[in-house]
């Protein structure tokens, strides 16, 4: 599986950004999929989840009501809708992908993950 994050820029507080995640490969929809974060002189850390059973959903305290996170199994494709962003929101954003048929034990620890795209950044100016 390879994967590819899009979609960053530069955006005022307040604002919104639509990331997207595209996957390769036939396992897509039969996998987890995450959302992670680093922001300078920071370690990653998680910003979303989407199971591949049941599409449910999981979120950062720091995100949550302002960030959602999709799957397109038909586009292969895993969209994060960003909204009422913070300067601290500033990071280069990854997605992540779990093993195929694999429920994650712990979807927060990116050590679940086997797959990782290469980040795209995303600015956030006060």
């Known amino acids: 599986v390879q994967l590819q994050a899009s979609g960053g820029g530069l955006v005022q507080a307040g604002g919104s950004l639509r990331l997207s995640c595209a996957a390769s490969g036939r396992t897509f929809s039969r996998s987890a999929m995450g959302w992670f974060r680093q922001a300078p002189g920071k370690e990653r850390e998680f910003v979303a989840h989407?199971?591949?059973?049941?599409?449910?959903?999981m979120y950062a305290d720091a995100v949550k009501g302002r960030f959602t996170i999709s799957r397109d199994n038909a586009r292969s494709t895993m969209p994060l809708q960003m909204n009422s962003l913070k300067p601290e929101d500033t990071a280069v954003y990854y997605c992540?992908?779990?093993?195929?048929?694999?429920?994650?034990?712990?979807?927060?620890?990116?050590?679940?993950?086997?797959?990782w795209g290469q980040g795209t950044l995303v600015t956030v100016s006060s």
């Open positions: 989407i199971h591949w059973t049941d599409d449910s959903t």
């Open positions: 992540a992908a779990g093993p195929a048929y694999t429920s994650l034990v712990v979807p927060t620890d990116q050590d679940e993950y086997r797959y």
